[in-house]
């Protein structure tokens, strides 16, 4: 057991500060004070974070922590906290481990016994889940789909029966193609697009999956999508058309017929004969 007494036990301690996702003015005084009195700052990108950093007049050492160096980052900073430093986590906007680098050395700190204090802030999926006009609560976040097509159908699946309210991130590149997957497995259900939040463009798209597909190519900026969650009223049943469409995901990826029919078969609990049948009449 580990029981953190944050402000009472005298340890080193990392903290979490989140960053403003767009708007400056959300920078909170807290935030700009714990910062300020940190040893180190350890963030993703040192050009990123030093301008935001120069803007709210912060002078303290930054190093860099982000995907590529996590372990090598992580024992480094356990090693600055041993040194009795105390160190700010920052991620380039947001939240820290909120799909952004954070998770391993959380992990690491909390075993060698240091604290690990957060910091309230910004965080772009809470913003668009509040405004989103879908039940608030409870909710699933997601985070980024996988890339592709069939990968990320099968990644719906496992969402597809979920009660609760979900909540995606997606680069505008591939909208389209995540929108497009999500209609074909979960089928068309109310969501809400979030995009630029907090900055002067700012924008709320509510209606259904295929109401906001059909704006997308028009729109641009760091995206936030809330979709509602299964409703008791909807059917349990995969159509023939959500089948074939993960089929045919698994084959525009490279898999053979038979690789893709297994599966598809493994992500939906289908009969292999129902699947095969179903592509056997497709070809005819």
Known sequence: MNRQKSFENGQATLYLVPTPIGNLSEMSPRAVEVLNSADVIACEDTRT??????????????????????????????????????????????????????????????????????????????????????????????????????????????YRD??????????????????????????????????????????????????????????RGEMVIVVEGKQKSQQDELSEEQILSMVNGYLGEGMSTKDAIKATVKATGLSKNVVYDLVVSQKQ
């Open 162 to 219: 979920y009660p609760m309210t979900m909540i995606f991130y997606e680069a505008p590149h591939r909208i389209d193609r995540m929108l497009e997957s999500c209609l074909e497995v979960l089928g068309d259900r109310k969501c809400t697009l979030a995009r630029e939040l907090t900055k002067k463009h700012e924008e709320f798209i509510r209606g259904t999956i295929s109401e906001v597909l059909s704006v997308v190519e028009q729109i």
């Open 49 to 158: 974070s030093g301008t935001l950093l120069k803007h709210f007049e912060v002078h303290a050492r930054l190093i860099a922590y982000h995907n590529f160096n996590e372990e090598s980052s992580s024992r480094g900073i356990v090693a600055l906290l041993e040194e009795g430093k105390n160190v700010a986590l920052i991620s380039d906007a947001g939240y820290p481990l909120i799909n952004d680098p954070g998770q391993r050395v959380v992990s690491d700190v909390t075993e060698h016994g240091f604290n690990v204090v957060p910091v309230s802030g910004p965080s772009a999926f809470l913003n668009a889940l509040v405004a989103s006009g879908l039940v608030a609560q409870p909710f699933l976040f997601v985070g980024f789909l996988p890339q592709g097509n069939g990968e990320r159908k099968k990644k719906l699946m496992e």
